[in-house]
């Protein structure tokens, strides 16, 4: 029988990570379900973890839902560990992208100078539950979430020295999800190829014949949101960019391939409806309230607003292929042992794999072309850099991190940034 932690129950995709279980009963024979958080997301944790009874209930299933905040305490023996946490909260979010906002510059949850700060925040807390991990489950697989995913499963890998993890995002699923209806296919006639890292990868598609149908799903991707996840402002990509790549880049690539655009609307909308984070809390209030409904046993439409709608499914079809060694087709955060050349062998890619009893076993990408592998290899590198400044606390990493990220101009003024962000989250950041 199995225990299942996850940490960051509190979080409003809960129910959906609850659905997912319940779909997959007969696969997964779980006795424990255990909900973490800490005391400020005590409120939330209680509200939604009685959703989670409720649906356990009216699905007929006499599967124990704990709520806690004693983290060891869940970890105890557990069997598989899936973390979904926010350190500091909403309020670090806003941050995250005022900040960079006023000195010009885009920061996003996991983009600019946001995203490096959400992992220097986040860096420490997964180390420690790592550490934890060593003495409460040692045999536990670990799903990661918690963005940026990419680099926190770098971190879990690198320095916790915790090979039992893969990491996931909806993004690779959403593609998968609805491109295939664009050239009138369905996903099982259809092979997918992707590589890159989280939030910035590239896939390939082709038919069941061996042809590939790329730039026909890209003919049409064009008309639409094309699995664009609900957070990121559709600016679409240049055509005759795409035509020489010969490939389809994740949504996150127009943070980089339309920077100027993506700042001016972020900038736009910062006067209007707020930042991201302040949209998502109007949201998450909305879905709170029909949580707290006693009558409610299901997930609600209203989760589909947010930009991680389907993430949770992921975990638990991760969980399950490696339960039953069901050697599935996902897209992982993982070691990349040369599946894609370009990059480290030794260093964490997200990259089509099988996923069984043997963890997640990359697929061979082959190389990128030039432009590709230039940005790949800078992203890839500013990860590691970003990685050690969040485990060393040493400035002058950090201030690297920044100089690297393309979305922060270099200068006094990226240095001053740096300086206000490190004070602005001074008690979330214990190593600096
Ligand atoms: P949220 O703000 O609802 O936070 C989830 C919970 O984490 C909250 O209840 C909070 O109290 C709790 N928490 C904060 N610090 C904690 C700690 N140290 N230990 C345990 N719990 C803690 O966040 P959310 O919007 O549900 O997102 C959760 C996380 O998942 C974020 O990191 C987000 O970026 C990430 N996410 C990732 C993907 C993906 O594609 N990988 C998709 C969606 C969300
Ligand atoms: C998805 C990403 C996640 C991200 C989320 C933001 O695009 O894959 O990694 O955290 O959406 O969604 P939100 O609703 O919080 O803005
Ligand atoms: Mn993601
Ligand atoms: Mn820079």
Redesign the pocket.
């Known amino acids: 029988a199995l225990k299942m932690v996850t940490i960051g129950g509190g979080s409003s995709y809960t129910p959906e990570l609850i659905e997912g279980y319940i779909k997959r009963k007969d696969q997964l024979p779980i006795k424990e379900i255990w909900l973490v958080d800490i005391p400020a997301g005590e409120e939330k944790l209680n509200i939604v973890g009685h959703m989670a009874k409720r649906m356990v209930k009216a699905a007929g299933l006499d599967w124990e839902v704990h709520l806690t905040l004693n983290r060891r305490e869940a970890l105890q023996d557990a069997d598989f560990v899936s973390t979904q946490f926010r350190v500091g909260l909403m309020q670090a ?1 806003i941050k995250d992208e005022r900040i960079p906002g006023s000195y010009g510059f885009l920061g996003q ?2 983009n600019g100078a946001g995203g490096i700060f959400k992992a220097f925040r986040t860096v420490p807390v997964i180390l420690d539950i790592v550490k934890d991990m060593k003495e409460c489950c040692p045999d536990a697989w670990l799903i990661n ?1 918690t ?3 990419g680099m926190i499963t770098e971190a879990i890998q690198t320095y916790g020295k915790w090979d039992k993890v893969i990491g996931l ?3 690779p699923v ?1 593609a998968m999800m609805t491109e295939p209806a664009l050239i009138g296919k369905q996903l099982k006639d259809l092979t997918y190829k992707f590589a890159g890292i ?2 910035f990868h590239w896939h390939r598609v082709f038919d069941n014949t061996g042809r590939e149908v790329t730039m026909d799903i890209v003919a049409k991707m064009y008309e639409g949101d094309a699995g664009l ?4 402002f559709n600016v679409q990509f240049f055509r005759e960019q795409l035509e020489q790549m010969k490939m389809i880049p994740c ?2 690539h127009r943070y980089y391939y339309r920077e100027q655009e993506m700042l001016d609307h972020s900038l736009e909308e910062f006067k209007g409806e707020g930042t ?2 302040q ?2 809390m109007r ?1 998450e209030k909305e879905l709170f309230d029909l949580y707290k409904d006693p009558n409610l046993d299901y997930k609600p439409k209203q989760l589909a ?5 389907h ?1 949770s499914d992921a975990a638990c079809e991760a969980i399950a292929s490696i339960y039953a060694d069901k050697r599935t087709h996902m897209v992982v955060s993982t070691l990349n042992r040369g599946a894609v050349p370009d990059l480290p062998t030794d260093h964490v890619v997200e990259v089509s794999a099988q996923v069984g009893a043997a963890g997640a076993i990359p697929l061979t990408f082959g190389h990128f072309q030039p432009a590709e592998r230039g940005w790949l290899q800078l992203m890839k590198n500013m990860e590691l850099v970003i990685d050690e400044a969040a485990v060393t606390g040493d400035y002058g990493l950090a201030l690297q991190a920044f100089t690297m990220n393309p979305m922060i101009r270099s200068g006094q003024k990226a240095k001053d940034l740096l300086d206000e962000m490190l004070v602005a989250n001074k008690q979330h950041l214990p190593q600096f």
């Not at 607003?305 to 709608?309: S, V």
């Open positions: 979010r949850e996991t979430f963005n940026p995913s995002c909806n993004v959403m989280d939030h996840p609900k957070n990121i949504g996150y991201r984070a949209q998502v949201i607003e947010r930009g991680g709608a993430y």
